[in-house]
């Protein structure tokens, strides 16, 4: 494989950690934020979710 | 407070003239670290400012305006000082050019994702700021309290409290002092955390440069640190460890300099640079002791970034130049660095000397046990040194690690804090830059090393992450360092990373909205105050409601006796405005009733406040049954006795 074609398929295999990581993370905290967002649009939209 | 905003402007355009004036004798030849030279200035110069007027017991605002006033005229007398005051705007000029050409050679995608960062973030700042009074447990128990007996007394001392952490050193207190003072009210102390973010982020950027990182890979950087829920919730929460971070980093970047560059434009050096390391040192020991152990990693980081700079580096030459420098003075640079070397020793070693010749421990109310053997009595309890206290925190890091036991909150108990950027993206970026790059491998090493020695004598508690929020830095330069070496100049990796860093950063963003701890209601009835009239004492959510009802029966004419534990809130009884007096009226196993109705009369008040949670549960009882008895104590409402003889 040519330099190059290494260095790509280097910033995928980053890329795939990345969002394994994103993923592993997400749990138990994205959970928080949507009931953050949900608080927040009673806040601001209250009739939205009457 | 019209009055107010006027004297504040006149002490403060004093300090700005005085930061100006020493930034300028102390600059090096990096705009990046320059930066960070007169942002660190524009936070030392006003905390010795009130540090000296405070141990002089004028800390009105009216003197200070005066103060500054004749220091304003002190420099325009002066020939040198007034003509370098005069070319600041031929300075200011080419400091736009200069910020117009660095943002001109940004990606366009970088320069949007700044722009909304910035203008998303000063929205939350000033809605957090104005929306909610202080209140996290550190501040309302002791950073606080001392800001409000200071500015009552107009002095720097200490006071009779239970609190026995009104001791600690209390640099920051000093700095939150400038916001409160002039204005007399609380409305925008949290403001006092904000310039340290700004240092952090900004020393961030400067360590991306000084490791050999383009513009916007270190732009980039910044702006992943700056996301970081732990440093978001305490740049705002009133607590002190936004500062420790910024002046970790500062140093950092400032001595990784010194250890790789061996070139330096003709006509300058770098003695100002050294100088305002020495003094960013003593201004953290004044803050926070721990300091000397981030100071191990600091060298770790120096040594290795020397060594790998191949020897190349051109700090041997710098005693010449200091020297040089003191004999020529250019610019001023002998009272530049003299007034500030005599400051930062003053902000250093203040606390340490004052409880060393009160209490006979220079870190009253602490003590330091090595091994288990007491090297230090301790008043309160012993910071610990020793191997089983570093597994302990090393266990306690292994289970926070990821922030998988629950939401992050301001205290971050049983979490790092370190968020959705610093995991999801640092960590692959981590991995990746310390197998490619050397620059990442010696941070690494520095980080590390600090976090393990702070892991050897921090005591193991739930919400002793606090004292790593600068840890997220080194995955953040890692995110920089890959985003440069990897994804830059690619549109599709580019792009898919692009897409993950925003979501990442929008989520960190998102969870911080609300410090994750307050409710909308608590917003709502926040919000339905005046901005003057929001107490921490109105916070239900934080502070029992003893403390609103008490505030409602005692009068700001009447002074208020207290009883409350060593770690019990005091801050929201002096009021938002610092017009409630108080004093303590201790009570010793075995008192009386009438005996503490004596107590409490013998302190010119007829109040006596307690609080559940706050106050010993013996006291409570005791003090229960003495208004059952309705001899000498009624109680007038919940938490709140009041003597009345027959």
């Known amino acids: ?50 | 407070m019209v009055l107010g905003f006027v004297a504040w402007s006149v002490a403060g355009a004093f300090v700005l003239a005085v930061s100006y004036l020493a930034a300028r004798a102390l600059r090096t030849d990096r705009p990046s670290l320059n930066a960070l030279i007169f942002i660190f200035l524009t936070i030392l110069v006003p905390t010795a400012f009130l540090m000296l007027a405070g141990l002089a017991g004028i800390l009105r605002p009216w003197l200070l305006a005066a103060i500054g006033a004749a220091g304003l005229a002190a420099i325009l007398v002066v020939a040198r000082t007034r003509r370098e005051l005069c070319e600041m705007r031929a300075g200011a000029g080419g400091a736009w050019a200069l910020a117009r050409s660095w943002w001109a050679s940004l990606p366009l995608g970088l320069r949007w994702l700044t722009a909304i960062a910035l203008a998303l973030s000063a929205a939350r700042f000033t809605f957090l700021v104005l929306a909610l009074p202080p209140f996290t447990w550190d501040s309302l128990t002791y950073h606080l309290t001392n800001v409000a007996e200071w500015i009552q007394r107009g002095r720097i001392t200490t006071f009779d409290t239970p609190v026995d952490r009104i001791w600690s050193p209390a640099n920051y207190e000093v700095f939150a002092v400038w916001f409160v003072l002039f204005l007399k009210h609380d409305v925008i102390i949290e403001v006092a955390g904000l310039p340290a973010y700004l240092l952090a982020c900004a020393a961030v950027y400067a360590i991306g440069r000084t490791l050999s990182l383009g513009r916007g890979a270190s732009l980039l950087a910044a702006l992943a640190y700056a996301s970081t829920p732990a440093l978001l919730l305490a740049t705002t929460a009133t607590k002190n460890d936004p500062i420790m971070a910024a002046l970790f980093l500062m140093m950092l970047a400032l001595g990784l300099d010194l250890a790789v560059r061996s070139e330096v434009e003709p006509g300058r050096d770098r003695a100002g640079q050294v100088v305002v390391l020495a003094a960013a040192w003593l201004l953290a020991l004044g803050t926070k002791p721990y300091v000397i152990h981030l100071t191990v990693g600091l060298v770790v980081a120096w040594v290795l970034a020397y060594l790998a700079a191949g020897r190349r580096a051109g700090w041997r030459t710098l005693p010449g130049a200091l020297l040089l420098r003191l004999r020529g003075n250019p610019q001023g640079f002998r009272w530049a660095a003299g007034a500030l070397l005599t400051g930062a020793l003053l902000l250093g070693s203040y606390w340490y000397l004052r409880n060393w010749a009160v209490t006979g421990n220079p870190f009253y109310p602490y003590g330091l046990a090595v091994e288990g053997a007491e090297v230090i009595a301790s008043a309160e309890k012993a910071t610990p040194f020793d191997l089983t206290n570093f597994l302990a925190n090393l266990r306690s890091f292994l289970e926070r690690f990821g922030d998988k036991q629950q939401r992050i909150m301001p205290d971050l108990p049983y979490t790092t804090g370190w968020g959705w950027v610093a995991y999801g993206l640092g960590l692959p970026a981590l991995v990746w830059g310390t197998v490619r790059r050397w620059s990442v491998r010696l941070l690494l090493a520095g980080f590390a090393a600090a976090l393990l020695v702070l892991f050897f004598s921090s005591p193991d508690s739930p919400w002793n992450m606090r004292y790593a929020i600068w840890f997220p830095a080194l995955m953040a330069l890692a995110i920089g360092s890959a985003f440069e070496g990897l994804f830059s100049g690619r549109r599709w990796p580019s792009l898919a990373f692009g897409a993950l860093f925003v979501a990442a950063s929008g989520a960190n963003f998102l969870m911080m909205l609300n410090y994750n701890a307050f409710s909308p209601a608590a917003f709502q009835a926040m919000l339905s105050l005046p901005a003057r009239e929001r107490e921490s004492a109105d916070l239900e959510s934080k502070v029992p409601e003893e403390y609103r009802l008490a505030l409602e029966i005692v009068t700001s004419d009447d002074r208020m006796g207290y009883n409350v534990h060593g770690n019990g809130f005091l801050y929201p009884l002096y009021r938002a405005d610092y017009s409630q007096h108080l004093v303590y009226v201790p009570i010793p196993q075995g008192s009386t009733c009438a005996g503490i109705a004596d107590a409490i009369e013998a302190r010119g008040t007829r109040y006596l406040f307690v609080a559940p949670e706050h106050t010993e549960d013996w006291i409570l009882s005791l003090l229960n049954q003495c208004a059952t008895e309705k001899d000498v104590l009624r109680e007038r409402v919940r938490g709140l006795y009041v003597v009345k003889r027959q």
């Open chain 1, 1 to 50: 494989m040519s330099s190059s074609g290494s260095r790509a398929l280097e910033a995928w295999l980053v890329l795939v950690g990345m969002l394994a990581g994103t993923a592993w993370y997400a749990w138990p905290q994205l959970g928080h934020t949507i009931q953050l967002l949900r608080s927040l649009i009673q806040l601001l939209f209250p009739f939205a979710l009457e």
